[in-house]
């Protein structure tokens, strides 16, 4: 049985549809993505799994306990990391992690032994008479992620914990992250950013509260339908626009040059002509193997 | 229980850190006790009065004396000793005029029934009712003093008898009133600030996923609040009897059984509003509305609530303020018991019964 199952949960905020119809399962010592871009429901989603909001249908269970009806049980092996930084900025870093420590019950040579090894991983020791407030973006994170692991949870449930956090310090969290999965901890974390879909187990593409795909990062670019080439040419509006004109063609900015999709049985031959008329260059037509994001975007448009 | 010291202690320190909190638990019941001892002050003292004495005897000159002689009355800089006691009081600035006919010692020797004269300057009733509580005072005392101690019918009859507050210090009145105000403040206005914080911040997101019950977060949160108020009404109470001379008479252990009731009472009211706002700033403003207003204005600390037209007198009810002034009053003042205040104890009991359960019940463990 997997140790965290959501069935058909749904959420609706006033005419708004939050959360729609939404199934998933987790694995022990799985690290599940939840992918999407803001407002796409992944906050509701994991605020459901923690006991703080009541789904209009659908059920979520962690360890075989309903998370609405038997949170209390729950606490206990659950961490969680809300989206909002939420340490008390007032308190030093040791006063947050005591703090936890204590009302997650960990005292004494338990507490002690924890902090150390906590200090370890997050490098924070250096910073543990400064208040959570004067702490940067990356540092927040940490000592919020070594708060909610205090009581070694068995579940970590992450909403973003990597937003707005500089490249550097998102790498040393993952690398954390992963080595908490060794450990047997199971995960489940939300992002926007494709990068860290790749370093996850499996990975559940989320928009407009609706389950678009799932798994592994290996596999869910396969479900790109269509070719891929890569236009080596600067990504103006202007060229944006001429290729968009031609049929069976959707372009999109990516990165310096262009990523243009081509329509399921649709080849470059089959619109060259037109290419050419529109004063593109066919010679400058990359083939490319889609990615992740490349994937999404297709599935998020098709919806 | 470990759980609850952490979560105390926590409270403790935003408290500390957060000028604000600070400001209301230190210098706020200064504030007050001075703002409220002093200058809202109903004391009248040195009133003008002009005299008119037809009577021209050594005893009435003694009454005179003994008139300008207190703290109350002094006399006019242009000082119209006789003639028309209206012109008197409209060309000086007398605000009475003691008027002794003829016969004053006389019937003070015969001991047979007298009636002094005081023309009042209805236009103050503050000052027209201190003039005729402060003088029917002066006169009966200057009646005993003429006296031999042994003889029971004073020939002067005394028309007002003041109790409990004789000298009617209004700071007497106050002081004690003012505990009920800061106690209600304190608890009400910093357990929801409190409570909304957490919400604002989104710790209480946190919180709540933690192993802790609603109930472990309330008790963790307000306990440092009730230390806090109690701690506070004990300094007002430092300030009456120091500064203000304020008499305790009544028991000190049954106070704090009362003041316990009330401030659970104001704590389950500041943790009611917190539960219905989302922002700091709406739990500060409501609960000033909720709990300031209706605490100074409906619990005759300074209005008498017999004197409200009937819709305020029945909020009234409802303001547990209204019992405890009631309550502090009887207790420092008359050294009443158990018994004279067992109505009002009850009504507080049961105020604070009904707010608990309603805070409760309000209690949010969602956060949607």
């Known amino acids: 049985m997997s140790l965290v199952s959501v069935e058909s949960l749904s959420k609706s905020y006033r005419e708004i549809r939050a959360v729609d119809d939404f199934s998933f399962a987790v694995d022990q010592g799985e690290i599940y993505a939840l992918v999407g871009p803001d407002g796409a429901g992944k906050t509701t989603i994991i605020r459901t799994l923690c006991g703080l909001i009541n789904p209009d249908s659908g059920v979520a269970m962690i360890d075989g306990l309903d998370c609405q009806r038997k949170f209390e049980s729950i606490k206990p092996i659950l961490g969680y990391m809300p989206q909002v930084f939420s340490l008390y900025p007032d308190l030093t870093v040791t006063e947050n992690l005591t703090f936890y420590g204590g009302i997650y019950g960990v005292v004494g040579e338990d507490y002690r032994t924890r902090v150390e090894y906590l200090y370890r991983f997050s490098n924070l020791k250096p910073f543990a008479d400064r208040r959570a407030q004067a702490l940067s973006g990356g540092m927040k994170q940490k000592l919020a992620l070594s708060c909610a692991l205090m009581h070694q949870p068995r579940i970590l449930i992450l909403d973003e914990p990597t937003t707005g956090v500089d490249p550097l310090s998102r790498r040393q969290f993952w690398e954390i992250l992963l080595e908490l999965k060794k450990q047997g901890v199971t995960i489940i974390v939300s992002t926007p950013y494709m990068d860290e879909v790749a370093r996850s187990d499996r990975a559940c593409f989320v928009f407009k509260g609706k389950k678009l795909a799932e798994g592994t990062p290996a596999a869910l670019p396969g479900l790109f339908e269509g070719s891929l080439y890569f236009c080596d040419c600067r990504p103006t509006v202007q060229t944006l626009e001429a290729l968009n004109q031609v049929s069976n063609v959707q372009a999109r900015r990516f990165g310096g040059g262009i990523h243009v999709y081509l329509r399921k049985d649709v080849t470059l031959p089959d619109i060259a002509t037109e290419l050419t008329r529109a004063g593109f260059d066919t010679g400058g037509f990359r083939p490319i193997r889609p990615d992740l994001e490349d994937c999404f975007i297709q599935l998020m448009e098709e919806s | ?368």
């Open chain 2, 1 to 368: 229980m470990l759980k609850l010291r952490f979560l105390a202690h926590k409270e403790f320190r935003h408290i500390l850190r957060d000028p604000r909190s600070l400001a209301i638990v230190v210098v706020m019941p200064i504030m007050m006790t001075f703002l409220y001892g002093y200058a809202i002050s109903l004391d009248v003292e040195n009133i003008m009065i002009g005299v008119v004495d037809y009577d021209n005897t050594p005893e009435s000159r003694q009454l005179i004396d003994h008139f300008y002689g207190s703290a109350y009355f002094s006399k006019p800089d242009a000082s119209p000793v006789d003639g028309d006691p209206e012109r008197i009081l409209l060309s000086s600035e007398a605000k009475a005029v003691l008027i002794i006919r003829s016969g004053f010692a006389r019937a003070l020797h015969e001991r047979s029934d007298f009636s002094l004269g005081m023309m009042v300057d209805g236009s103050d009733n503050t000052v027209a009712a201190a003039v005729q509580n402060y003088s029917s005072a002066i006169v009966s005392k200057f009646a005993l003093d003429q006296l031999p101690v042994d003889i029971e019918i004073p020939g002067i009859t005394i028309s007002t008898q003041v109790l409990y507050n004789p000298d009617l210090k209004s700071s007497h009145f106050f002081v004690p009133g003012l505990v009920a105000i800061i106690l209600m403040m304190i608890s009400a206005l910093l357990t929801s600030i409190t409570i909304a914080r957490e919400k604002e911040t989104g710790t209480m997101e946190q919180l709540l996923t933690a192993p802790v019950t609603p109930v472990q977060i309330i008790i963790g949160k307000i306990a440092p609040y009730i230390g806090l108020a109690l701690l506070d009404g004990i300094l007002v109470l430092v300030f009456a009897k120091i500064i203000f001379k304020v008499p305790f008479v009544g028991s000190y252990m049954l106070l704090l059984l009362f003041g316990l009731v009330y401030v659970s009472a104001a704590l389950s009211i500041g943790i009611l509003i917190s539960s219905l706002v989302k922002t700091q700033q709406v739990a500060m403003m409501s609960a000033l509305v909720a709990t300031l207003l209706p605490s100074v204005m409906l619990s005759g600390l300074i209005f008498a609530i017999r004197n409200m037209p009937p819709v305020l007198q029945g909020l009234a009810h409802i303001v547990p303020a209204k019992y405890f002034v009631t309550i502090i009053r009887g207790i420092m003042l008359k050294g009443a018991g158990l018994q004279t205040l067992a109505l009002n104890g009850l009504a507080l009991l049961a105020l604070m019964g009904v707010l608990m359960a309603i805070a409760a019940k309000k209690f949010n463990t969602r956060i949607d």
